[in-house]
């Protein structure tokens, strides 16, 4: 009798990142989900002051922040946050299996 072993598939999901900044040169999305790399997603500029990006992400909870023009920036629009090693915060999303 032979048993076949049942691949579980995680289900990834597509998250959209906004940041809201009006005359900013350069946003970029930043977390660990990406090792703080700020060459992986850099955002796009829709030409209204506000930047986009998205990513697909697995389920997990996940901090990251913008880097904006050089500095590091919090996302307005998401209240729940951690604090990091240097003191400031990070913001926190967590994504959740279907």
């Not at 900013?24 to 955002?43: C, Q, R, S, T, Y």
Request: glycine share 8%; with cysteine; charged share 25%.
């Amino acid at each position: 009798m032979s048993t076949k072993n049942a691949k579980q598939t995680v289900k990834r999901k597509k998250v959209t990142f906004t940041c809201n900044v009006a005359h900013a040169d350069e946003v970029i999305l930043m977390g660990d989900f990406n090792a703080w790399n700020p060459k992986k997603h850099p955002m796009q500029h829709n030409g209204n002051g506000t930047w986009q990006k998205s990513i697909i992400l697995k389920p997990g909870k996940y901090e990251y922040k913008f880097m904006v023009d050089g500095q590091w920036a919090e996302d307005t629009g998401n209240n729940q946050f951690c604090r990091n090693c240097f003191g400031t915060r990070n913001n926190i999303i967590e994504m959740r299996e279907a």
